[in-house]
């Protein structure tokens, strides 16, 4: 994907210098929301340009207006409710998204920098601004209703009514984009590919997000902060706050606190990229193997520094994670960890149920917390079970194996003394997560999993893991976070 990722570089370039450009996830290279490459493959191989249907047009045209409404009650909704007039000047301002794992015992607790916030606490006035993922009443009921911090803040409370107008108005005006060059790849043009998920961007509001952070951002601003602290993956609305914010005066860090696979191209900026896009004044990362990833396979022009694990609580001794031992009876239990990318369920889901139905396995299936398990779910065989909170036993008294694609949690199953498998299935993108993996064949497609299946069946299969070897390999994943690293946002 080298070419393809530096030809929507280029694209990019054309309109340098507009907002609409920093905002568009096409432009952006957010491919698990344009899935543009795919298009661009499903061309090829139709050997026809894709620009859309009439009908899909139409209903984007219909639907844009009534968009804009949904979010500007929405916002209305949320910022009369969670008003912020004022912040102490030259705090520490994290950036970070509600969820619902931002809670625990009733208590707000932010799931992405967890420890970090009460320790900074401890030497800055850190203000904690979420944004809401989605607008969930439950979840922003919760929110209200939660213990939390004085300077645990609802980011769109900083807009007033007329500030939600302006948004709406700058995005109605600015926010479309029409590109004018040819843009080819691998002797095609794509130009028509590209313009139809501009388009996408504009009507379906998948730029909207960034010029809501564009004026919070200018909000936020006036009480210049001395650091600001956000989640990295190099997307559309992260462009709003490093445009706005003085570097002269704000020590901007990005961190990098989820995995990722080569198909997030945001996370692998071009040589191109590296001279034009914005970036923060230096990345941390969770450990010292996706630093190494970034470096080799990005452009960046700032440090990418090894900082710690926040999201990761397992047991720590010396300074590294310990691995459990696996359990090797056998369970006939698996379990399937799903990436987010909700349109490859029913492709997964169709070939366990070939592999493992009246096998007397028992498949449990832990969607992703973003969908509804109960709709998933629907019309499975009777040993295919939706994979709640895990009881008190540990996974490898629970499970045989785990399979997963572009998700971190396989590295977690590794962790707790359970083998896991890179499930390959067609995917066009590359998905692997277990880089640079020697311990044994991670890699397995149908037809290995049936081999697997026997022996599960049979007694014969083997969890012996090179403990050493795995020990290894986690801890170059992912450091464990310790007080002593704030001296990283000291001088």
């Not at 909704?77 to 102490?88: A, E, F, G, T, W």
């Not at 396979?297 to 310990?322: C, D, H, Q, S, W």
């Not at 029913?346 to 969908?371: R, T």
């Not at 014969?460 to 007080?483: F, G, W």
Request: net charge positive; charged share 25%.
């Amino acid at each position: 994907m080298t070419g393809y990722n530096e030809l929507i570089s280029e694209a990019r370039n054309e309109q340098k210098g507009r907002f609409a450009v920093l905002a568009s996830p096409t432009l952006n290279k957010q491919e698990t929301i344009t899935f543009l490459y795919k298009d661009v493959i499903d061309a090829a191989a139709l050997d026809r340009p894709i620009t859309g249907t009439v009908a899909e047009k139409v209903r984007n045209y219909l639907l844009f207006f009534p968009r804009l409404l949904y979010h500007f009650t929405y916002l209305v909704r949320i910022s009369r409710q969670y008003r912020v007039k004022s912040l102490p000047k030259g705090a520490f301002f994290i950036r970070t998204w509600l969820i619902p794992r931002s809670f625990k015992k009733q208590k707000v607790r932010d799931d992405y920098f967890r420890q970090l916030i009460d320790d900074l606490r401890t030497e800055h006035n850190v203000i904690v601004g979420f944004q809401p993922l989605s607008y969930t009443p439950s979840l922003l009921k919760q929110f209200a209703e939660a213990e939390k911090h004085a300077y645990d803040i609802m980011l769109p409370g900083f807009l007033s009514i007329r500030d939600i107008l302006s948004i709406l108005v700058d995005y109605v005006v600015t926010a479309r984009i029409h590109l004018k060059k040819e843009y080819n790849y691998k002797g095609r043009n794509i130009s028509s590919l590209i313009n139809r998920s501009l388009s996408l961007d504009y009507y379906r509001l998948r730029s909207f997000p960034a010029y809501i952070d564009k004026k919070i951002a200018a909000k936020v601003n006036v009480f210049e902060p001395a650091c600001y602290l956000y989640i990295f993956e190099n997307q559309a609305w992260e462009n709003a706050y490093l445009a706005t914010f003085d570097k002269k005066k704000t020590l901007r860090i990005g961190y990098q606190t989820s995995g990722f696979s080569l198909r997030f191209l945001n996370f692998f900026p071009s040589v191109i990229d590296k001279e034009n896009s914005l970036f923060p004044d230096k990345i941390f990362t969770v450990g010292d193997s996706f630093k190494k990833i970034m470096e080799t396979v990005g452009n960046f022009p700032i440090p990418v520094v090894t900082f710690a694990a926040l999201r990761f609580e397992y047991p720590v001794v010396n300074n590294k994670y310990i691995v459990k031992y696996p359990d090797h009876a056998i369970r006939k239990r698996i379990l399937y960890a799903f990436a987010v990318h909700v349109y490859q369920y029913p492709v997964i889901i169709k070939e366990l149920v070939e592999v493992f139905a009246d096998s007397g396995i028992e498949v449990h299936l832990k969607f992703h917390p973003l969908f509804n398990p109960d709709e998933l779910a629907q019309g499975l065989p009777g040993n295919f079970i939706t994979w709640e909170k895990p009881s008190d036993l540990p996974l490898k008294e629970t499970y045989d194996f785990v399979l997963f694609n572009d998700n971190s949690f396989g590295i977690e199953s590794l962790m707790e003394g359970v083998k896991s498998y890179e499930y390959k299935f067609g995917e066009l993108y590359p998905e692997t997560r277990l880089m640079n993996f020697t311990a044994y064949e991670s890699e397995i497609n149908k037809e290995k999993l049936l081999i697997l299946k026997d022996e599960l069946v049979s007694g014969t299969y083997r969890k012996k893991i090179d403990h050493d070897l795995l020990v290894e390999y986690v801890n170059q994943h992912y450091k464990p976070y310790s007080p002593e690293l704030l001296s990283f946002f000291r001088g």
